[in-house]
Structures are given as structure tokens and as C-alpha cells.
């Protein structure tokens, strides 16, 4: 059996022999056999470290709340991908693609922080005044704070207190949190003064920093958040594989289903004949010339 | 929007039928095409509006809830992803030991070196792309031959139905199993793990902490059968114990197939960011292919456009004898895809979910 590797690069993350499988110098065996958690080898991976017990408990937590989220973009993704019957690995492989600009952006989050620490440092600021900074800099020229506001929790995402709280009782309380928590104050103070409505901090913004306090990048972070998602994704689109209608457009079903053709709304162009072969150059000129297909282009 | 008004359609339909619209005014054709209607389909009163049906979890605006228990709760009381990964699919807090076995197992699987999901996820990350993308990516190497836990656990469910029912002992069972298929990608028993001693700790964890099942039992089965036919050494590998231990804690096939790919997605996550930290991008056109990894006709000159017809041949064959000797010959055209076989299943093995949705 050819056992050459796929593709062959310089790493420090693993090598694998025909003896054992080793990361970051730990055999991974042994660290089953030893009791670590795999939220432990979540920090061997990322960090290449064993973390403190707090940092272990904080990172159980950030992930096993994250996990699950009933019908956001990632789970709708996957039920959709599902009805077409493929493997269900390319289902999960679709929801952790939907995590991008907007849903669960947990990098976009970090680097934010990041960016505004840095930047404190060089300009000799205190992490409070940059954290107004960054409000008054975000909201003036209209840019979404990252880690704040969810479209189906209004009152705030029932994850993201708690997560706080959480960090706060571990003791794990660092500059992120700092940073975090005054970003929050000066976002609820502002929007107030603006007489606009409130919006709670969401799961990226409490979740992505207590990872990055107990050491994740923003990347890593991203990652975790990410990829423990598929799991809950994978057990929406296995429901819908074992016990839903393939296609989701049966007129047999009671319910109306996902793509069934009542549900096609359409707002473009109206119905229209096409051109023949011996009328297209003279009907796409002038179709260019009026310019009405703009409106359209996307 | 609705369907056209019945006159604005009939007087569109009627101008299209005089211009005349290709071969749409064939008798052929299932229904008249020059009296289709225009516009949407209304929407369907009848029947219950769409919603998004689930057993596995609801939200609202202000709680998230699996399987009837509360996420938020469950972490403050101490429960973490192993404990969701039980709810979410089996409905259920797992006892101590299985939450501890699955710990084991997902540590087991979350790194594999440079094999599969980490060369995918490395080579998507050359193209500059998300890290999301990548870990996306790898999740699709897992098929039926790497990491193929839906064809290994399926069919070790049947084997084992099968003693059962036929009153067979799993001894018997496995053999017949390895008897049928033989020693293959998806039996959990090859020569790959002689050396490392992972897979079968892994099995021996299972039965200290008194989780094994009639899954490990009937893989050791499997395991002395395909031993006695085998020319070379085997031993249970990391497909066998994983699949069988995943299944004795009660995971189906398919969702031991989609948890343990996605645990190596977070090593591929990591594969992604260390292809990004260390190597420079990749553009389009950039990789060559060498002239002596090419073994496909010799180079020869694009014939003129006028002459296609002279050089061009048809691939139309007019009797059954035409098409097998064509059908044979297309699969010395390697890449034609004349000579594989791919059956595309339905993999979800029942459909339908009338008990939800009346009015």
C-alpha cells in the first residue's frame, strides 16, 4: 500500500510514522491515554501548549454553547444541500462555508480587537479610550461593530452574557475582556445618545474573546467556532436525509415544502419573446443603447 | 406575483405561436407550449406553510434548545461539546464513561499529518480564500474508501442484523463478510496500523471503561476472519476501532461519518493557517505540469476549421455491437470515464416526513 504523504510540506504541527501519530511532539495516543480532553488538544493544536484547567473548562464551554444554533445560515445550508440526496459530508462541508463576513465572523472580531490594541500601545492609550475609539470610529463612518447585534436574538443572544460571566468566575479575565467589555459600554451609551434602539453583544463578541484571552488567534478562534458548528449542521441535514423528503418540493407532503414552486417569488424583468437568431444584433444594440437591463445587473 | 391575467397570456401566446419558436409547436411535445402560463406559482392555501421542521433543535428570541434541554444550561451546568454531540444526535446526556470514550476518540482523530482533509485545506489556502473554505473543503475528503465510516458501519450493521436474524454466531457472520468483500478500503482491517499500537489501545480503552459492544465484539471477529484469509499481516486500523467503538456508544454509521470528519477539520483549520503562515500564494496558471508526467497522445497540429469534417469522427454508434466496441475502446481514453463505475445512491436510505405539517 503507498503510504507517501499527498502532498509534501515542512510542518510543526504532526508527523505520522507507521508507529505513532505525533502533534506538536505529543503522541496523540498517549494523550488519550493520559485523560487530556480534546478541548486540551485544542490548545496542543493551536497554541502548541497544554492550557491551565481554567483555560480548559473556559474553552468547553465557549464550544459546547456554540455548537448547536437550530436554523441559522450554516444549518439552512446544509438542510438545503441535503435534498439533493449527496454524501453528507459535503452538507457539513457547505454549512462551515457559510461562515463568512456576517455569520460568526469570530476573525473579523479579533482582528478588530487586535487592531485597536496595537494601536493603544503605539499611541499610548489605555485600553478604555480605545475601545471609545474604535466605537466612535466604527459608528461615524457607518461600519458594523463586529461581536454586536443578532437578527433572531433582539434582546441580546442568550449566549453571550453568560459566556462573559463565565470568563469573569474562571478568573480568566485579561486585556480582551477589558477591551470587550468597554467596547460594549461605549456601543450602548452611543447608540443611546443617538436615540437609537438597543443591541445586545452576541456569541462573536463575548465567545471570540474569551478564545482569544486563553491564547487563540483569530484565525484559530474562527476555526472553532466554525467547525464545532458543523456538528449540530450534520445532525440537521442527517434529520432531513433520514426522515425529510429528498427535493423538498413534494406536492404529497401536508406541509408546503422548502422549494415548492409556491414559494418562487419573482421581481424581475417581465415575461418577453425571445429574439430571433436573423433580430438578435440589432435587438441587442439597442438593448445596450437604452440601458433599462442596468437596473438588473448584478 | 402570481400568474399572468388570462388575456395578457393568451395575446403573448398567440404572438409567439405566429412568430413561431423552434420545434415548440411539435405534436411531439407533452402539452401545448403556446398556452403555458406566465408568472409564478400562487401561493398554496391548502396545505401548511413552509416552515423549517426539526427534531433536533428550536430557538427563540431568547433561548436555544436541543433536544428539549436548554445549550445555555447545559454548559453552566457543567456539560460540554462531547455531552451535545450526544444530545444532538442521540437525544440523550451520555454516561461518564462514553462522554470520556468519545473524548478519546475525537483526540484520535484530529490530527492525521499531511494525509487528505490537510492537503485539501492547504491547497485551498493558496488560493487566498476564507479559513472557513478550507476547513470546508477538507470535510469533503471523506469519502467511502478515506475515512469511510457510512460503507464500514453499514455494513457491519447488516452483518450483524444478519447473525441475528439467521441465528448465525458473529464468527460466522464475519466470515462470511470478509468471504463476500474481502479484505477491502471499508473493512476497519488492513496492514496499516502493525506498527502503531493507537488502534488497539483504543479498543482496550473501550472495554476498561465498559463501553464496548457487539460492535468491537464482532470486529474481533472480523478481524481473525480476514487474518485467515489474508496473504500478509493485518489488524484491526483506525477505521475498525473508531467505527465500532463510535457505534457501541450509539452513533448510526452516517453520524459517526459527519462527527469524526468534522473533528479533523479543526486540524485542517490549523493545516490552513500554517500554509498560509509559511508559503506564498498560489495564482491562476502558476503550476506547470511536467512533459514526462504526460502519457496521452503525442502533440500533433489543430487540422484548419475547414477540414473538421475530413478529420472529425462521430461518436454516433447505430447498433448495440458499434456501441460495445466504442464503449470498449473509450476506456483506454484515460480521464473519459469509460472505465469506472460510479453508482449514485440515494444515501438516506428513507424519505418522508408525512406526520408533520396538516392544517
Same mark, same amino acid.
Given at each position: ?28 495516543s ?26 480548559e ?10 455548537? &448547536?444554533?437550530?436554523? @441559522? /445560515?450554516? =444549518?439552512?445550508?446544509? $438542510? +438545503? ?34 487592531k ?67 467596547l ?28 482569544? &484571552?486563553?491564547?487563540? @488567534? /483569530?484565525? =484559530?478562534?474562527?476555526? $472553532? +467556532? ?7 449542521c ?65 | ?7 395578457k ?35 398554496d ?34 456539560y ?24 478519546y ?34 470535510i ?52 496499516l496500523?502493525?506498527?502503531?499500537p ?6 482496550a ?5 465498559g ?38 456508544l ?16 479543526f ?17 491562476m ?36 455491437e ?25 444515501p438516506?436510505?428513507?424519505?418522508g ?7
Amino acid at each position: 500500500m503507498d503510504r507517501e504523504p499527498t502532498l509534501r510540506r515542512k510542518t510543526a504541527l504532526s508527523y505520522k510514522t507507521e508507529e505513532k501519530t505525533v502533534m506538536r511532539g505529543y503522541n496523540l495516543s498517549d494523550m488519550a491515554e493520559e485523560g487530556y480532553s480534546f478541548y486540551d488538544a485544542m490548545f496542543v493544536l493551536f497554541q502548541s501548549r497544554i492550557p491551565t484547567e481554567k483555560e480548559e473548562k473556559m474553552l468547553k464551554y465557549e464550544m459546547g454553547v456554540f455548537l &448547536e444554533h437550530s436554523m @441559522s /445560515p450554516s =444549518a439552512v445550508g446544509a $438542510i +438545503g444541500v441535503s435534498a439533493g440526496r449527496p454524501n453528507l459530508p459535503v452538507c457539513v462541508a457547505a454549512a462551515i462555508s457559510t461562515f463568512g463576513g456576517v455569520h460568526g465572523p469570530g476573525a473579523a472580531h479579533g482582528y478588530m480587537l487586535n487592531k485597536y490594541l496595537e494601536r493603544g500601545q503605539k499611541e499610548g492609550k489605555t485600553v478604555d479610550e480605545m475601545a471609545k475609539t474604535l466605537v466612535d470610529e466604527y459608528m461615524d463612518s457607518g461600519t458594523p461593530v463586529m461581536g454586536m447585534g443578532q437578527p433572531q436574538h433582539i434582546d441580546s443572544d442568550p449566549r453571550a452574557e453568560p459566556i462573559h460571566l463565565r470568563q469573569e468566575e474562571l478568573g480568566l479575565e485579561g486585556v480582551y475582556l477589558e477591551f470587550q467589555r468597554a467596547l460594549e459600554k461605549y456601543f450602548h451609551a452611543r447608540r443611546k445618545a443617538d436615540g437609537r434602539s438597543y443591541v445586545g453583544v452576541n456569541v462573536v463578541g463575548s465567545g471570540n474573546t474569551a478564545l482569544m &484571552e486563553i491564547g487563540f @488567534s /483569530p484565525n =484559530a478562534g474562527w476555526c $472553532i +467556532g466554525s467547525v464545532v458548528r458543523g456538528f449540530s449542521c450534520a445532525a440537521h441535514a442527517l434529520y432531513n436525509m433520514k426522515k425529510g423528503r429528498a427535493w423538498g418540493a413534494s406536492r404529497n407532503e401536508p406541509m408546503v415544502q422548502m422549494i415548492d414552486l409556491s414559494m418562487i417569488k419573482y421581481v424581475g424583468p417581465k415575461d418577453r419573446i425571445v429574439p430571433k437568431q436573423e433580430e438578435r444584433q440589432e435587438y441587442a444594440k439597442k438593448q445596450k443603447e437604452e440601458g433599462e437591463y442596468k437596473q438588473w445587473v448584478i | 406575483m402570481g400568474y399572468l391575467d388570462q388575456e395578457k397570456t393568451d395575446a403573448l401566446n398567440k404572438l409567439k405561436k405566429e412568430r413561431g419558436v423552434g420545434n415548440l409547436d411539435s405534436e411531439k411535445n407533452p402539452f401545448d407550449y403556446h398556452a403555458r402560463e406566465y408568472g409564478t406559482m400562487p401561493q398554496d392555501g391548502k396545505r401548511a406553510p413552509f416552515q423549517w421542521v426539526s427534531e433536533v433543535a428550536y430557538k427563540n428570541v431568547h433561548r436555544i434548545v436541543a433536544r428539549g434541554y436548554d445549550t445555555t444550561e447545559l454548559m453552566e451546568e457543567g456539560y460540554g461539546v462531547i455531552e451535545v454531540l450526544f444530545v444532538d444526535y442521540q437525544a440523550r446526556i451520555p454516561t461518564i464513561e462514553e462522554e470520556k470514550m468519545l473524548n478519546y476518540i475525537m483526540i484520535m482523530m484530529l490530527e492525521d499529518g499531511l494525509s487528505g482533509p490537510a492537503a485539501i485545506s492547504r491547497i485551498v489556502a493558496k488560493s487566498k480564500t476564507f479559513l472557513t473554505q478550507a476547513c470546508g473543503a477538507s470535510i469533503m475528503a471523506f469519502g467511502h474508501a478515506y475515512g469511510a465510516y457510512s460503507s464500514f458501519g453499514n455494513r457491519v450493521e447488516d452483518y450483524i442484523k444478519k447473525a441475528e436474524f439467521e441465528n448465525l454466531t458473529l464468527g460466522e457472520a464475519a466470515r462470511l463478510l470478509v468471504q463476500k468483500d474481502g479484505i477491502d478500503e471499508a473493512l476497519g482491517v488492513s496492514s496499516l496500523m502493525l506498527k502503531d499500537p493507537a488502534a488497539k489501545r483504543m479498543i482496550a480503552r473501550a472495554e476498561k471503561l465498559g463501553v464496548a459492544g457487539v460492535n468491537i465484539q464482532f470486529m474481533k471477529e472480523v478481524v481473525k476472519a480476514a487474518q485467515a484469509v489474508s496473504s500478509e499481516p493485518v489488524d484491526i486500523d483506525m477505521l475498525g476501532a473508531t467505527g465500532a467503538v463510535m457505534q457501541d456508544l450509539g452513533f448510526t454509521p452516517e453520524a459517526t461519518w459527519a462527527i469524526l470528519a468534522i473533528t479533523r477539520s479543526f486540524g485542517a483549520g490549523a493545516h490552513y493557517i500554517e500554509e498560509v503562515e509559511r508559503g506564498d500564494l498560489s495564482r491562476m496558471g502558476q503550476q506547470l505540469t511536467p512533459r514526462e508526467d504526460y502519457d496521452g497522445p503525442s502533440d500533433r497540429s489543430v487540422p484548419p476549421l475547414k477540414d473538421r469534417e475530413k478529420v472529425a469522427q462521430s461518436a454516433i454508434c447505430k447498433t448495440p455491437e458499434e456501441w460495445k466496441q466504442r464503449f470498449e475502446k473509450m476506456k483506454e481514453v484515460r480521464g473519459s470515464g469509460f472505465s469506472i463505475i460510479e453508482e449514485v445512491a440515494d444515501p438516506s436510505k428513507k424519505s418522508g416526513m408525512k406526520k408533520v405539517g396538516k392544517l
